[in-house]
């Protein structure tokens, strides 16, 4: 079993729709759970961070964790073409993290 | 301020020769980390450096692989004696002391080819 489970996709959805990808884990010593952004070939983009668990929001994009079901979500609200990309979960136990742990990431595909 | 630079972007390489990808850090910025990516799979860490210092290599294989980042000048990923299977994209990242992952960048990685 993986330490960190990521469905590929792909995820096709239309324009303005409501996107949740999910990340499910093991370790119960992460702390810090990240989502990135990857474009077709370029390097991961640092979206949000969040610590333990709770919700955090930055514009259109909300991140949740749930330690107790091992359960993280990234919600995009009124997607946008230019969203379409692959999003990567990372988590690590401490910020010192360079033992981060990526998730396998979704196709996010949204159609104008 | 320039983001994370790697080099070369694309490097095509046969069987046995040797590959070297260069990995700039942003300004400020003194801890430097290499990942690998396959298709399909996530990035897997390789090794975590400081100046002149390797920190944590419990990610690189054993043999053929090796890093450096030396006090002066970019930090160096060397695979000797490629094979198929090293074909991949290799990422680097940095952040600034006491940064780490939350603040970290990555560079637009090096897709390395192995004919």
């Known amino acids: 079993q993986k330490e960190v489970e990521q469905d590929p996709g792909p995820l096709s959805v239309p324009e303005g729709a409501i996107v949740s990808l999910n990340c499910t884990y093991s370790?119960?010593?992460?702390?810090?759970f990240m989502w990135y952004r990857q474009y077709s070939r370029k390097g991961p983009e640092l979206l949000m961070y969040t610590y333990s668990s709770g919700n955090k929001e930055d514009g259109r994009f909300t991140a949740q964790v749930d330690k107790s079901s091992k359960y993280i979500s990234l919600f995009i609200r009124d997607s946008q073409p230019s969203d379409s990309a692959t999003y990567l979960c990372a988590m690590s136990p401490n910020t010192g993290g360079f033992k981060t742990i990526f998730g396998a990431g979704t196709r996010l595909f949204v159609k104008a | 301020n320039a983001g994370v630079m790697q080099n070369p972007r694309h490097l095509v390489r046969r069987r046995g020769q040797e590959a070297r990808l260069r990995c700039s850090p942003m300004?400020?910025?003194?801890?430097v980390y290499w990942y690998r990516q396959l298709p399909e799979e996530g990035l897997k860490f390789m090794v975590y450096l400081q100046k002149e210092n390797i920190i944590d290599e419990s990610g690189m294989p054993k043999e053929r692989f090796s890093a450096e980042f030396p006090k002066e000048g970019p930090s160096i990923l060397r695979i000797q004696q490629v094979v198929r299977g090293d074909s991949a994209a290799y990422f680097c990242?940095?952040?600034?002391?006491?940064?780490?992952?939350?603040?970290?960048?990555f560079g637009q990685g090096t897709r390395l080819t192995v004919v």
């Open positions: 300004k400020g910025h003194s801890h």
């Open positions: 990242a940095s952040s600034p002391a006491r940064g780490g992952n939350t603040e970290a960048f």
């Open positions: 370790n119960s010593a992460f702390q810090y």
